[in-house]
């Protein structure tokens, strides 16, 4: 048998930006008609190689060949011609065109549109029908699920010739049903050649999707091996390196009384799009219960209006007195004093000022408690000091209290939010995507805090697209879809599939 | 890491940009058949070689350091007040009122009285595109231009049909009572030994815009207001998080932006004219937008940086008397400054980042 030439192999790849290394020295060859799974942390360097890939990036040094031939990657163009097809997290695509208009789009054959639409419709059937990938060519992406929208990516790749196929956490926006349905085309598309590159950071799609494995460490590859020989286990392991813990331990909870009472809460944004349905849920002290859902069912919605800045109609009682659910934003301070403490699904947008300092962000929300605040002055050095001491309980690396917030790792950053919200020992601790974007071993300690929290006998309401991390943490679970809570569970009771048809919508 | 070090950030920068707006005007006043050194030597000394230079240059910048401060204070919330110019207009307002209609004793409380006056002017008149932004979400930028020309139709109608003395063609107020006059800088030095030109308007008000400056470090620094507007002015929805009222903030910074670029009205109408003119402000609120981006929206490098403006509009006006290069050419030169300094930042910053990444590497 001919030895076959690999459809990529990278050698020696480097690239710095500034003083960072972010990827030092990495070969990896995949096959041809594999999946081949690229996983690591946040910030390990993932993306990096994948935009050098595709030519957004050029590496320090290092080649790339393609099918056994050396080639030279400048551009996106040039990585399309090359046979490279890149389907990103977040959709590229023109919301109000169709889905044959933003198919051509870049990729139109001479000046005028009807003809290479035409053309266009008859290839894309063409392709649709070889890998029985159903997309209606005329409708209008804003009406398309996330899951079609996904496909037309996909599509869109194909079109352009693309051999290879590289996937960036694509199932980050999908329903636990949606993800199998992406893992199934994956497959069909191995099946007819093609070589597809899957990163991510979810071992259980590794496990279930990939042929083989390359594990990335700050910048480093750390590991390649087949997938059926080697176990979720030992992944983490390598990604962290060194054992990590991928169950919260926890004992079972104590549920008192209740903290949060919510009785038929209504939200309609400024579009005036009904984001929150009318609903009731109950958070008692002593549990964590969790929101299930994929992003955008009104989640995020119920943190803000819980948080106090989004108005809402119903009623909200914390500890047996009513909430002001009127929007304005001071309020943001009275729930603060009630007792409410925030640890926002975005630390970046919201959580923190980037720009800002670590002991500024400390008094972030706070900055008018009498300990902070002295008449219209800070109390610069008592925050100051108050910051130093949380960092240490926290172990937020690098220690210093000065050094700007954006200049922290996606884990520090998370740790000094939540220092500064569970220290401030609240009744009822909001946490939305307490660990996206945080590597797996603040992950860990996270968890830990807030299971630390709960067994004071605090509430804590969890909202997070993780369903691993909703059961693992969460006692209690309701899972939203299209401003409704389909149902609860308590997590004990249940499993990741019948919480994903709830998920998608299907009551049982 | 930030890629540049503190200091390169905070001077080089600025001084490059300045060298390559100074080369450049060099070659135009080349270009014009002049001497580009013997330029320099007459703005030079003209602008810094005698007091009564400095006199003018201490003027200006004092126009300037409140102009500066006023789009600074807004910028730290996110907000681009181009109004200055309509806010001083109206400040002027004020101090002409104050000065006018009010029986003031002693000089002191003039100027305490006609800077309240000038200050709630300003602000008044920054309230309305403040207020349209906050509640209606107008964009400030495109109402605090339009209220420019609203500020100057004002103050021509107001000149014009009702505080024009009678038998005046002149569209500008009554001169304000001699109770009213502000000690220049002559005046102030005179008792300390240091003979200062007599003829100099620079004034009193330099130490009244000095003391904003520290002012407003301090509000933006050491207050929970600053820290409110600094953290809106970052992150919008990060401020909403926090319980800042966008509205509230939105309104408080440019009540104090407009106040502001209002007490400048201390300064040119009743520290200099001592009576109110049509077109008292001179451009200086443009100015104020140039000076805080050269200033980088911190006191001290507005304060630095209205000294420079000062410096180049003495030293143009020099230029303008005593060559035949003419008044058109020193505008090109500072509007050279204004392009380097503020617009061209990048152009400057990227080139010097890459060197201090190479450098670090070379280190490591």
Redesign the interface.
Same mark, same amino acid.
């Given at each position: 048998m001919v030895e076959q030439a690999p459809a990529i192999e990278l050698k020696g790849i480097s690239k710095?930006f %500034?003083?960072?290394q972010a990827n030092k020295n990495i070969s990896i060859r995949v096959m041809p008609g594999t999946i081949h799974g690229i996983i690591g942390e946040n910030g390990a360097g993932k993306s990096t190689l994948m935009s050098i890939l595709y030519g957004f990036y050029k590496a320090d040094a290092g080649e790339i060949f393609i099918s056994g031939k050396k080639t030279e990657i400048p551009d996106s163009q040039a990585a399309i011609a090359a046979g490279i097809g890149m389907v990103f997290q977040h959709f590229k695509l023109v919301e109000n065109f169709t889905v044959l208009e933003n198919i051509i789009l870049g990729a139109e054959d001479g000046g005028l549109l009807t003809p290479s639409l035409a053309k266009a419709r008859k290839t894309l059937l063409e392709l649709e029908h070889e890998y029985g990938l159903n997309v209606d060519p005329d409708a209008v992406i804003e009406e398309l699920g996330v899951g079609m929208q996904q496909r037309v990516e996909i599509l869109k790749a194909l079109y352009r010739q693309a051999d290879i196929l590289i996937l960036d956490e694509p199932t980050g926006v999908l329903t636990p049903a949606e993800a199998d349905q992406l893992f199934r085309i994956l497959d069909r598309l191995r099946q007819e050649g093609k070589t597809i590159i899957l990163i991510t950071h979810k071992l259980r799609e590794i496990m279930e999707a990939t042929d083989t494995v390359s594990v990335m460490r700050r910048g480093e590859m750390t590991a390649t091996v087949k997938t059926s020989d080697t176990s979720p286990a030992e992944l983490a392991e390598l990604m962290v390196g060194r054992k990590v813990l991928l169950r919260v331990d926890k004992t079972p909870a104590q549920p008192g009384d209740v903290v949060l009472d919510i009785k038929g809460l209504r939200v309609v944004d400024d579009k005036g799009v009904e984001r929150i349905k009318g609903i009731d849920l109950q958070v008692r002290a002593g549990e964590i219960v969790g929101i299930a859902g994929v992003a955008g069912n009104g989640q995020s919605e119920l943190l803000e209006v819980l948080?106090?800045?989004a108005e809402a109609t119903g009623e909200i009682r914390v500890n047996g007195q009513p909430l002001d659910l009127s929007g &304005?934003?001071? !309020? %943001?301070?009275? &729930?603060?004093a009630r007792g409410i403490a925030?640890v926002?699904e !975005?630390r970046q947008?919201?959580?923190?000022?980037? !720009? +800002?300092s670590a002991w500024?962000n400390t008094? +972030?929300?706070y900055? &008018?408690d009498p300990g902070y605040?002295s008449g219209?002055?800070?109390n610069?050095a008592a925050i100051r000091a108050d910051t130093e001491a949380k960092m240490g309980r926290f172990d937020v690396r690098p220690p210093n209290p000065a050094l700007?917030a954006k200049?922290f790792s996606g884990g520090n950053q998370q740790k000094i939010v939540l220092a500064r919200e569970i220290e401030r020992n609240p009744d009822l601790l909001l946490v939305g995507q307490p660990t996206r974007g945080v590597d797996i071993g603040a992950i860990e300690f996270i968890h830990q805090q807030i299971v630390a929290l709960r067994d004071k006998g605090k509430a804590v309401l969890l909202v997070s697209v993780e369903l691993e991390e909703i059961l693992a943490l969460a006692d209690r679970v309701a899972v939203m879809f299209d401003g409704h809570i389909m149902g609860e569970r308590l997590s004990a009771e249940t499993d990741e599939k019948e919480l994903g048809l709830l998920m998608a919508g299907v009551s049982a | 890491m930030d890629v540049m070090p503190k200091w390169a950030e905070v001077i080089l920068v600025p001084l490059i940009s300045l060298v390559l707006a100074a080369v450049l005007s060099a070659i135009v006043i080349l270009a014009i058949g002049e001497d580009p050194v013997e330029a320099v030597n007459l703005m030079v000394t003209g602008a810094l070689g005698s007091t009564y230079g400095w006199g003018y240059t201490l003027y200006y910048a004092t126009n300037f350091l409140f102009t500066g401060l006023a789009v600074s204070v807004a910028f730290h919330a996110g907000l681009f007040n181009i109004g200055g110019e309509g806010q001083a207009m109206l400040g002027g307002l004020g101090v002409a009122l104050a000065c006018l209609f009010i029986p003031w004793p002693h000089w002191t409380l003039a100027l305490l009285g006609a800077s309240v006056a000038a200050a709630l002017f300003g602000a008044a008149w920054a309230a309305i595109p403040a207020f349209l932004q906050a509640k209606r979400g107008s964009h400030i930028v495109i109402t605090t231009i339009m209220f420019n020309f609203i500020g100057a139709a004002v103050l021509n109608y107001v000149l014009v049909n009702l505080m024009r003395p009678p038998g005046s063609m002149d569209p500008a107020t009554a001169r304000f009572p001699e109770v009213t006059h502000l000690p220049t800088l002559h005046d102030i030095l005179l008792p300390l030994g240091i003979s200062f030109s007599r003829s100099a308007p620079a004034n009193v008000t330099f130490v009244i815009a000095l003391l904003a400056c520290v002012l407003v470090w301090f509000l933006l620094w050491r207050t929970w207001l600053g820290y409110e507007i600094r953290s809106y002015g970052k992150s919008e929805p990060g401020a909403k998080y926090a319980g800042i009222s966008p509205v509230v903030i939105t309104m408080i910074a440019m009540l104090i932006s407009g106040a502001l670029a209002g007490l400048m009205a201390i300064n040119n109408v009743m520290g200099e004219a001592e009576r109110l003119v049509l077109n008292a402000v001179e451009g200086a609120g443009f100015i104020g937008i140039a000076v805080a981006l050269m200033g980088r929206s911190h006191p001290f490098g507005v304060l630095l940086a209205a000294i420079l403006f000062g410096f180049l509009y003495q030293g143009g006006a020099e230029l303008a008397l005593w060559t035949s290069i003419p008044r058109e050419l020193i505008v090109v030169i500072q509007a050279l400054v204004i392009l380097f300094t503020g617009a061209l930042d990048n152009m400057v910053r990227m080139p010097l980042e890459r060197l201090f990444l190479m450098l670090r590497r070379r280190e490591a």
């Amino acid at each position: 048998m001919v030895e076959q030439a690999p459809a990529i192999e990278l050698k020696g790849i480097s690239k710095a930006f %500034g003083p960072v290394q972010a990827n030092k020295n990495i070969s990896i060859r995949v096959m041809p008609g594999t999946i081949h799974g690229i996983i690591g942390e946040n910030g390990a360097g993932k993306s990096t190689l994948m935009s050098i890939l595709y030519g957004f990036y050029k590496a320090d040094a290092g080649e790339i060949f393609i099918s056994g031939k050396k080639t030279e990657i400048p551009d996106s163009q040039a990585a399309i011609a090359a046979g490279i097809g890149m389907v990103f997290q977040h959709f590229k695509l023109v919301e109000n065109f169709t889905v044959l208009e933003n198919i051509i789009l870049g990729a139109e054959d001479g000046g005028l549109l009807t003809p290479s639409l035409a053309k266009a419709r008859k290839t894309l059937l063409e392709l649709e029908h070889e890998y029985g990938l159903n997309v209606d060519p005329d409708a209008v992406i804003e009406e398309l699920g996330v899951g079609m929208q996904q496909r037309v990516e996909i599509l869109k790749a194909l079109y352009r010739q693309a051999d290879i196929l590289i996937l960036d956490e694509p199932t980050g926006v999908l329903t636990p049903a949606e993800a199998d349905q992406l893992f199934r085309i994956l497959d069909r598309l191995r099946q007819e050649g093609k070589t597809i590159i899957l990163i991510t950071h979810k071992l259980r799609e590794i496990m279930e999707a990939t042929d083989t494995v390359s594990v990335m460490r700050r910048g480093e590859m750390t590991a390649t091996v087949k997938t059926s020989d080697t176990s979720p286990a030992e992944l983490a392991e390598l990604m962290v390196g060194r054992k990590v813990l991928l169950r919260v331990d926890k004992t079972p909870a104590q549920p008192g009384d209740v903290v949060l009472d919510i009785k038929g809460l209504r939200v309609v944004d400024d579009k005036g799009v009904e984001r929150i349905k009318g609903i009731d849920l109950q958070v008692r002290a002593g549990e964590i219960v969790g929101i299930a859902g994929v992003a955008g069912n009104g989640q995020s919605e119920l943190l803000e209006v819980l948080g106090g800045y989004a108005e809402a109609t119903g009623e909200i009682r914390v500890n047996g007195q009513p909430l002001d659910l009127s929007g &304005r934003y001071a !309020d %943001g301070r009275s &729930r603060r004093a009630r007792g409410i403490a925030h640890v926002p699904e !975005d630390r970046q947008r919201e959580g923190l000022i980037m !720009d +800002f300092s670590a002991w500024e962000n400390t008094a +972030f929300g706070y900055h &008018r408690d009498p300990g902070y605040q002295s008449g219209v002055l800070l109390n610069n050095a008592a925050i100051r000091a108050d910051t130093e001491a949380k960092m240490g309980r926290f172990d937020v690396r690098p220690p210093n209290p000065a050094l700007a917030a954006k200049n922290f790792s996606g884990g520090n950053q998370q740790k000094i939010v939540l220092a500064r919200e569970i220290e401030r020992n609240p009744d009822l601790l909001l946490v939305g995507q307490p660990t996206r974007g945080v590597d797996i071993g603040a992950i860990e300690f996270i968890h830990q805090q807030i299971v630390a929290l709960r067994d004071k006998g605090k509430a804590v309401l969890l909202v997070s697209v993780e369903l691993e991390e909703i059961l693992a943490l969460a006692d209690r679970v309701a899972v939203m879809f299209d401003g409704h809570i389909m149902g609860e569970r308590l997590s004990a009771e249940t499993d990741e599939k019948e919480l994903g048809l709830l998920m998608a919508g299907v009551s049982a | 890491m930030d890629v540049m070090p503190k200091w390169a950030e905070v001077i080089l920068v600025p001084l490059i940009s300045l060298v390559l707006a100074a080369v450049l005007s060099a070659i135009v006043i080349l270009a014009i058949g002049e001497d580009p050194v013997e330029a320099v030597n007459l703005m030079v000394t003209g602008a810094l070689g005698s007091t009564y230079g400095w006199g003018y240059t201490l003027y200006y910048a004092t126009n300037f350091l409140f102009t500066g401060l006023a789009v600074s204070v807004a910028f730290h919330a996110g907000l681009f007040n181009i109004g200055g110019e309509g806010q001083a207009m109206l400040g002027g307002l004020g101090v002409a009122l104050a000065c006018l209609f009010i029986p003031w004793p002693h000089w002191t409380l003039a100027l305490l009285g006609a800077s309240v006056a000038a200050a709630l002017f300003g602000a008044a008149w920054a309230a309305i595109p403040a207020f349209l932004q906050a509640k209606r979400g107008s964009h400030i930028v495109i109402t605090t231009i339009m209220f420019n020309f609203i500020g100057a139709a004002v103050l021509n109608y107001v000149l014009v049909n009702l505080m024009r003395p009678p038998g005046s063609m002149d569209p500008a107020t009554a001169r304000f009572p001699e109770v009213t006059h502000l000690p220049t800088l002559h005046d102030i030095l005179l008792p300390l030994g240091i003979s200062f030109s007599r003829s100099a308007p620079a004034n009193v008000t330099f130490v009244i815009a000095l003391l904003a400056c520290v002012l407003v470090w301090f509000l933006l620094w050491r207050t929970w207001l600053g820290y409110e507007i600094r953290s809106y002015g970052k992150s919008e929805p990060g401020a909403k998080y926090a319980g800042i009222s966008p509205v509230v903030i939105t309104m408080i910074a440019m009540l104090i932006s407009g106040a502001l670029a209002g007490l400048m009205a201390i300064n040119n109408v009743m520290g200099e004219a001592e009576r109110l003119v049509l077109n008292a402000v001179e451009g200086a609120g443009f100015i104020g937008i140039a000076v805080a981006l050269m200033g980088r929206s911190h006191p001290f490098g507005v304060l630095l940086a209205a000294i420079l403006f000062g410096f180049l509009y003495q030293g143009g006006a020099e230029l303008a008397l005593w060559t035949s290069i003419p008044r058109e050419l020193i505008v090109v030169i500072q509007a050279l400054v204004i392009l380097f300094t503020g617009a061209l930042d990048n152009m400057v910053r990227m080139p010097l980042e890459r060197l201090f990444l190479m450098l670090r590497r070379r280190e490591a």
